[in-house]
């Protein structure tokens, strides 16, 4: 991961005298989707807007920018002795691409019929509850790879338009691959989400790193692991389909810090082979 110029701010802030008690260093993208893990002192108390986050028992704790996120974030630390630290964060304005989908079914584009709607708010009410969990575990710390490599067919932010008709943004990374093509955990996690066939998002999977940090798998058309286990980065844990809303085989690889939704291509990386 490069070193960001904020990280280098905050690491000479870090070594001046009024900030001596209250050590901080912050690495990742300080930008519109973009995720920070911070390292502070253990049993610190940290906000960011005015927001309580959580805290490792070691410290670590993770920051996420949404895709509409401000110019500037406001972020505070509280040690158990009462020191305290005030930083402003500035975070990268992004531009956002306009992608036009049509030849979907208009079920799934304006679903109107009470099945339908009811599957769809028993869908979000599990979504929901898997993106609840608040977890101490830090396996996040190990880093990410790219689930499957391959073309890549959608990005994060991007304006969807479907069937001719403007929908909310798209909030992940669309990755083009034949049916069956092995998909990998990219990192070590525990599985809180399973479903075979949801509405929209057909065969879905949700994988928990800690601290509320969680990614997601759509349109599979196999799951092979189930909720509760523990998977290692690597692990063949799905396979890509095209179930759900979609008009061809890919995977929509998302990534979530408990509500907000964040980019997984900056967490990734640039793609192994394609530059």
């Known amino acids: 991961m490069k070193t960001p110029w904020l990280l280098l701010l905050a690491l000479y802030a870090a070594l001046s005298p009024a900030h001596a008690e209250v050590p901080l260093r912050l690495e990742g993208h300080f930008t519109q989707g973009g995720l920070v893990i911070g390292h502070t002192r253990p049993q610190a108390r940290v906000w960011m807007d005015g927001q309580r986050v959580m805290v490792a028992p070691d410290g670590s704790f993770l920051l996420g920018f949404t895709r509409d996120a401000k110019p500037e974030a406001r972020l505070e630390i509280r040690l158990p002795d009462g020191e305290r630290r005030v930083e402003r964060i500035r975070v990268k304005q992004r531009r956002y691409r306009v992608q036009r989908i049509d030849g ?13 709607l009811a599957r769809i708010r028993s869908d ?18 190990g880093g990410f790879t790219w689930p499957v490599t391959g073309p890549i067919s959608g990005v994060y932010g991007s304006q969807r338009i479907l069937n001719g008709k403007p929908r909310r943004p798209h909030m992940g990374v669309d990755i083009a691959r034949p049916s069956g093509t092995p998909v990998r955990a990219p990192a070590d996690g525990v599985v809180t989400l399973a479903e075979p066939d949801m ?47 979609a008009t ?28």
Request: aromatic residues 6%; without cysteine; charged residues 25%.
């Open 199 to 245: 509405f929209f998002s057909g065969g879905t999977l949700f994988i928990d790193h800690g601290l509320g940090l969680s990614t997601s798998y759509l349109h599979l058309s196999r799951i092979l692991v189930k909720v509760g286990d523990h998977v290692t980065r690597g692990q063949v844990v799905a396979r890509i389909g095209s179930t759900g809303r």
């Open 104 to 116: 979907l079914p208009q079920r799934k584009v304006t679903p109107r019929s009470r099945e339908d």
């Open 124 to 141: 979000r009410a599990k979504v929901a509850r898997a993106r609840k969990r608040a977890d101490p575990r830090t396996d996040f710390l």
């Open 248 to 275: 061809g085989p890919h995977l929509h690889w998302g990534m979530n810090l408990f509500g907000k939704r964040l980019d997984p291509q900056l967490v990734a990386g640039p793609m192994p082979g394609r530059h």
